[in-house]
């Protein structure tokens, strides 16, 4: 957004790597930007990023689409309601049918769309992890170029609730995008876009301790496109255009972002976690989280979260 030479605000969607080079002096000049996920490819250069910048709310929103979505929007809406009671288990599912183009910036499966359903969780949960564990796997007849270890991954981890949270990742799905969420809690299930091939729809299924239908579930519409587009987004199309626009009246009100450096950085450690914790034949990563930046990162550095 422009207007007679003065820059209001900037989108930047460029390769990961880049991200922290590209979006570093716009905020140092105190100019908005809104940053496509992940924060950086490395969890330490996302520590050095976020110092650099610091935590101010109002100048780095980070797209982290799920978060705008309308069908888990209003999934945690009744969470938030306590429709299902306390959350005992959640499970996510993320599967695409094709691999990325080999020119795409990536560390691998895990690291790559895992941030996506990690950041779910823990919006979802509004908890942080206590401990962290991955496997990857290699499935039948499919290769990606891009991804370190297996093109199939199973992450896991628990809260300090409890709650027990899942990820189903994989490039690997032969007959189109699937992504749903089951949120199973102490007085019923909610579960969130059963896969239904495209157009959609992406229903909300609220279903009680009993196993009926809830009345408050609900059907959200996908978004029908033509010409050529990625798999994923006519699922997210509406998601994507709500949180530009929200990013926009924002900027325009001087108001805090919803979804921050903070927020993305949490999601980070997780997925780093897990993905180590597959290179390593799935052992458990301790992590932690603190308010304090320097406590935060030797917390990684104590857990094994970079390379020394």
């Given amino acids: 957004m422009a207007q007679r030479g003065a820059i209001d605000a900037v989108v930047i969607s460029s390769h990961t790597k880049d991200h922290a080079r590209d979006a570093e002096p716009f905020v140092r000049a105190g100019i908005p930007v809104y940053l496509e996920k992940p924060l950086t490819a490395d969890l330490r250069e996302g520590f050095s990023f976020v110092k650099a910048i610091g935590v101010e709310k109002t100048l780095l929103q980070i797209g982290l689409q799920r978060r705008f979505d309308e069908a888990l929007s209003y999934a945690k809406q009744l969470l938030d309601e306590k429709c299902v009671g306390e959350i005992r288990e959640i499970r996510s599912i993320l599967r695409d049918q094709h691999p990325p183009p080999p020119t795409y910036s990536s560390r691998g499966l895990i690291i790559d769309m895992g941030i996506h359903v990690a950041d779910e969780a823990l919006w ?92 408050l579930s609900k059907t959200f519409q996908m978004t029908e496109l033509s010409g050529q587009f990625a798999e994923f987004q006519p699922r997210f199309q509406r998601a994507y255009e709500i949180a530009h626009s929200q990013f926009r009246d924002a900027v325009r009100g001087k108001k805090d972002f919803a979804v921050t450096q903070l927020d993305v950085l949490s999601a980070q450690v997780v997925v780093e976690a897990a993905h180590r914790s597959a290179l390593n034949g799935g052992v458990e990563y301790v992590v932690a989280r603190s308010e304090n930046l320097d406590e935060y990162e030797r917390l990684c550095r104590d857990h094994k979260l970079f390379d020394r």
């Fill in 124 to 215: 979802l949960t509004g908890e942080f992890p206590r401990v962290v564990w991955g496997k990857m796997f290699h499935a039948k007849d499919y290769h990606s170029p891009i991804d370190e270890g297996g093109n199939t991954a199973h992450v896991g981890f628990t809260t300090p609730s409890g709650t027990i949270c899942r990820l189903d990742l994989s490039r690997t799905h032969a007959s189109g995008y699937n992504n749903e969420t089951c949120i199973i809690g102490t007085k019923g299930t909610l579960h969130v876009g059963r896969f239904c091939g495209y157009p959609g729809p992406i229903p909300v299924e609220l279903w009680t301790d009993c196993g009926k239908l809830h009345s």
